[in-house]
């Protein structure tokens, strides 16, 4: 069963098993606008938690999209190359960015669940 965690800088990250899939929120990309570029991490890299790894630009700005939990990149999203608005319509479905082997699957548990998440959005409102 998968379990989604979330970030302070509105990153969603699915952990299924030895694979965590990492996105933006519905609420980045609703602050974000139209998306109308991905640009994706290699394939083989290692990032640390924290770290930037893609960046997102959308009609009013170019965001980082940070690692939520340290590991090795295995896949990329290619569907966003040709559709980035895909980030919009559906941000923690088909709109995912990138899918890493997570070093420590733990470093999630610091990590905000759904209820925690809202509360910290609303709490920025």
């Known amino acids: 069963m998968s379990e989604m965690k979330f970030t302070r800088d509105h990153e969603w990250v699915r952990l299924d098993g030895d694979a965590a899939t990492i996105g933006i929120t519905d ?32 009609v009013k700005a170019a965001s980082d999209i ?4 340290g590991g ?11 559709d980035p608005s895909l980030v919009n319509r559906e941000p923690i479905g088909e709109g ?10 733990a470093e999630a548990a610091g990590l905000m ?10 709490s920025e409102a």
């Open 27 to 58: 609420h980045a990309q609703n602050a974000l606008g139209d998306v109308v570029f991905v640009d994706l991490p290699e394939i083989g890299r290692e990032v640390a938690a924290g770290e930037a790894c893609a960046v997102v630009e959308s």
């Open 66 to 69: 940070y690692a939520p939990v």
């Open 72 to 82: 090795r990149i295995v896949e990329v999203n290619s569907a966003l190359a040709e």
């Open 96 to 105: 995912w960015f990138f899918k890493l082997e997570p070093r420590d699957p």
């Open 113 to 122: 669940d759904e209820a925690a998440y809202h509360a910290f959005v609303e």
